[in-house]
Every structure is written in structure tokens, then in C-alpha cells.
């Protein structure tokens, strides 16, 4: 049985964010039609169905919108990260990304609270983005 943690495969749509991300820096797409800021990355608007959208840099400020503390590990993979914080946070442009909180205690972790991007470096070129309190 492999137990290696999963990494993101990258898409031809998806690879400027896991790109970005690599760089320290967050990009989500915005459309050009509508305004909307969009996540998950995808070919099209998830507002206005447009395929008129463009990657932007963005500083990955958000506020925690909710969160649970796995306590027995979500995976076998993760045995070695629990308790795991797992997170839904709200970036400033509005949309909403599954995360896991790090660099907190689970008594300072708190609805509302304001993050900030840890880019966390899992592997060669691979680089998953959680959030810290800012």
C-alpha cells in the first residue's frame, strides 16, 4: 500500500494557480465579461459563463468562514498531521477555498478571524496553500 500524500496534478486550466503558488504568490481568475472573481480555476465564468477570463496576482488575504479539527486523520497519509485544522476560508475577492489553518492553537482559532497565505512547500515544485493568522 503506497502511503504517500496525494499532490495536485496540475491541468493546462489549473496550472497558473499551482504555478503562482510556487512562485509565493496567489492568482485566481477574474472575468472580464462580468467582474466575477472565480474559484475553482476553470475555462469558463461559474457567473456569467463567459470564456473571457484572465489570471491576476492577489495578496491571498481571506477571514476564516468555518473549520473542524480532525482528531483521527482523514487519511492514512496524514497520520503524521493530526490534529489536522481543516478550514473554509473567504478570500477578499469574495471566494471561498478549503484549506487547513497552520501556525495557530486551536484555543486562538476563532469565526472571523483574519489570515494570511503559508505557502508550504510539500515537494519539488509542488506547493499547497494554507493560511495563518495574520
Given at each position: 500500500?503506497?502511503?504517500s500524500?496525494?499532490?495536485?496534478?496540475?491541468?493546462p486550466?489549473?496550472?497558473?494557480?499551482?504555478?503562482?503558488?510556487?512562485?509565493?504568490?496567489v492568482?485566481?481568475?477574474?472575468?472580464?465579461?462580468?467582474?466575477?472573481?472565480?474559484?475553482?480555476?476553470?475555462?469558463?465564468?461559474?457567473?456569467?459563463?463567459?470564456?473571457?477570463?484572465?489570471?491576476?496576482?492577489?495578496?491571498?488575504?481571506?477571514?476564516?468562514?468555518?473549520?473542524?479539527?480532525?482528531?483521527?486523520?482523514?487519511?492514512?497519509?496524514?497520520?503524521?498531521?493530526?490534529?489536522?485544522?481543516?478550514?473554509?476560508?473567504?478570500?477578499?475577492?469574495?471566494?471561498?477555498?478549503?484549506?487547513?489553518?497552520?501556525?495557530?492553537?486551536?484555543?486562538?482559532?476563532?469565526?472571523?478571524?483574519?489570515?494570511?497565505?503559508?505557502?508550504?512547500?510539500?515537494?519539488?515544485?509542488?506547493?499547497?496553500?494554507?493560511?495563518?493568522?495574520?
Open positions: 500500500m503506497d502511503l500524500k496525494p499532490l495536485p496534478t496540475p491541468t486550466t489549473s496550472a497558473p494557480f499551482w504555478d503562482g503558488l510556487n512562485d509565493g504568490v492568482r485566481l481568475q477574474r472575468c472580464n465579461a462580468c467582474g466575477g472573481w472565480i474559484f475553482y480555476p476553470r475555462s469558463r465564468c461559474s457567473h456569467c459563463l463567459s470564456d473571457d477570463i484572465e489570471w491576476h496576482e492577489v495578496s491571498g488575504a481571506a477571514t476564516l468562514h468555518t473549520f473542524t479539527i480532525a482528531r483521527q486523520p482523514t487519511a492514512p497519509q496524514f497520520a503524521d498531521e493530526v490534529p489536522q485544522i481543516l478550514a473554509v476560508v473567504e478570500l477578499e475577492e469574495g471566494v471561498r477555498m478549503t484549506s487547513t489553518l497552520v501556525r495557530v492553537t486551536e484555543k486562538a482559532i476563532e469565526i472571523g478571524m483574519q489570515l494570511e497565505p503559508y505557502f508550504d512547500r510539500v515537494a519539488d515544485g509542488v506547493t499547497l496553500l494554507r493560511f495563518a493568522p495574520r
